[in-house]
T-cell receptor
Framework: IAGITQAPTSQILAAGRRMTLRCTQD?????MYWYRQDLGLGLRLIHY???????GKGEVPDGYSVSRANTDDFPLTLASAVPSQTSVYFC????????????????FGPGTRLTVL | GQNIDQPTEMTATEGAIVQINCTYQ??????LFWYQQHAGEAPTFLSY??LDGLEEKGRFSSFLSRSKGYSYLLLKELQMKDSASYLC??????????WGAGTKLIIKP
């Protein structure tokens, strides 16, 4: 692997179902993030993790949860999907060497296109 | 509130020069990023400015004026592959990254 991978590439999900989006990076980056991207809006941060074992809430965390058991993996779970969670989801990572995530260059995965019906 | 403004869409001709503007109103400033995003793909890093002035990287240059809350991305010698969305993002005083909605650039032959 080189960089960040996400799975699945796309998914159609019935409302109320549970879904986990997977994200794995092989760059040994400390920080990882989940964004959603909707037409006409900027990327919105859902959750982030500055280092393995820690997570934090972003701008739009409701309905989503994350875990960071190790450096490489950062799964995003929708406990009970709703149609408003239809979006493209991007996972990203950064070195985190600046001590805070925001001033480091972020490297993005290819995205997961999720449709909730 | 915090706000990043970029034009929604721009059109330019192959071989020409285009300037994509970004204005911001944020609680403080700790840097500004430009990312490129081709349709259906992930954003990729183009530039990061934290000090006023122009930074040049090949065909792409990025300018920042902190006093005016303004940045632009300048693309020279446009190629068809430059057709993409260009995202402006600002780091505020709390080190939160605020993203603009992006500018879709269409290059015509």
């Amino acid at each position: 692997i080189a960089g960040i991978t996400q799975a699945p590439t796309s998914q159609i999900l019935a409302a109320g179902r549970r879904m986990t989006l997977r994200c794995t990076q092989d760059m040994r980056h400390n920080a990882m993030y989940w964004y959603r991207q909707d037409l006409g809006l900027g990327l919105r941060l859902i959750h982030y993790s500055n280092t393995a074992g820690t997570t934090g809430k972003g701008e739009v965390p409701d309905g989503y949860s994350v875990s960071r058991a190790n450096t490489d993996d950062f799964p995003l779970t929708l406990a009970s999907a709703v149609p408003s969670q239809t979006s493209v989801y991007f996972c990203a990572s950064s070195d985190g060497s600046s001590g805070g995530y925001s001033t480091d260059t972020q490297y993005f995965g290819p995205g997961t296109r999720l449709t909730v019906l | 509130g915090q706000n990043i403004d970029q034009p929604t869409e721009m059109t330019a001709t192959e071989g020409a020069i285009v300037q994509i503007n970004c204005t911001y109103q944020t609680s403080g400033f700790n840097g500004l990023f430009w990312y490129q995003q081709h349709a259906g793909e992930a954003p990729t890093f183009l530039s990061y400015n934290v000090l006023d002035g122009l930074e040049e990287k090949g065909r792409f240059s990025s300018f920042l004026s902190r006093s005016k809350g303004y940045s632009y991305l300048l693309l020279k010698e446009l190629q068809m592959k430059d057709s993409a969305s260009y995202l402006c993002a600002v780091v505020d005083s709390n080190y939160q990254l605020i993203w603009g909605a992006g500018t879709k650039l269409i290059i015509k032959p």
